[in-house]
């Protein structure tokens, strides 16, 4: 397939492409990973923090909350650092809902939502509009009594749509008088304008909002698990007493050096697209609906979950959502072999 390569794509090396030789044996579409590895100075940095490895990462935790504070103009009372943003999304969800409910769309990421079902919060799931885009004007209305925190994904997956940034920071001025506000920026990087997009600005505000972010997507740091909050420091202390208080000290390093490298973020950013439109022109010779995407992934209609499953077949995983229509399915950004294989075998699983 023409336009993607295995290096070179955008200034950026794969980081674990197959060998020659070797087999693609799964096209793991299913998984939203950067798949162009992190930078050299977060390689290097991992190097040398696996070499002092028998010390508590005190002084990491610090450089790295100290440098996120910095950069969006709050200081360190305001960061938490997790155990990727899953653990800290997860610990809000099932603690801050439980006498009342959680407010979210039907379809969003939602890893978080299920973890606080299982042990017994529940969320209230708003009807997405005709055109797939969260319905801030649902939302707002079903800011009732109960609500005690509210979620929402920007660019939301997986859908990959950026909401309108006005309507998106009266939502959140209005609901954060009701209860927290979190705001997933997971995949905000990717999108062309992120100092735009952000809502950090609320926080510096005054708002009670919480915008989560993580180093497991642009940064490809997904495996030494780092993610960060920024809120009101009241907000901060509660969250950091909800988590475990150790982190990935490797991971810490590589995460101080990587955050707002901004030639690493446009040339990841770049990469990204490029293999986005790899998934595109599959979907367009198939004649497939999808939605553009500002994330790592595209939103894309099969048509039938028969399709899906005989793309599995054909070794091609795909993910669907809770509040997706059916036939509906993510593929992700992946290994360029990857995606050459959802090319070969979406034409035939459609056969």
Known sequence: ??????RGMAGLALAAAPSAAGALELAALNITENPFGPSAQAKAALREAVTHVERYPHAEETALIARIAAANGVTPAHVVISTGALELLSMISAFWGRDGVQLAPALTYDSHIKYAARVGSQTRRVAMTPDQQIDLTAMGAGLAPDVRLTYVCNPNNPTGLLMERRALRDFCIRAAKV????????FIDMTPDPAAESLVDLVREGHDVVVVGTFSKSYALAAVRIGYAIAQPGRARAIRGLLAPSRNGPGLAAAAV????LAYLAASSRAM?????????ACEAS?????KSAGSYVWANFGDVAVIKRLEGHGVLLRQFTGGSAGWARAAVAEPRAMEAFARALPKALA
């Open 258 to 261: 990587s955050y707002r490298d």
């Open 179 to 186: 209860a927290p506000v979190v705001v997933d920026e997971a």
């Open 273 to 281: 697209e490029q293999g986005r439109q790899v998934i595109y022109r």
């Open 1 to 6: 397939m023409a336009g993607i390569t295995r």
């Open 287 to 291: 004649r497939i609906p999808y939605l």
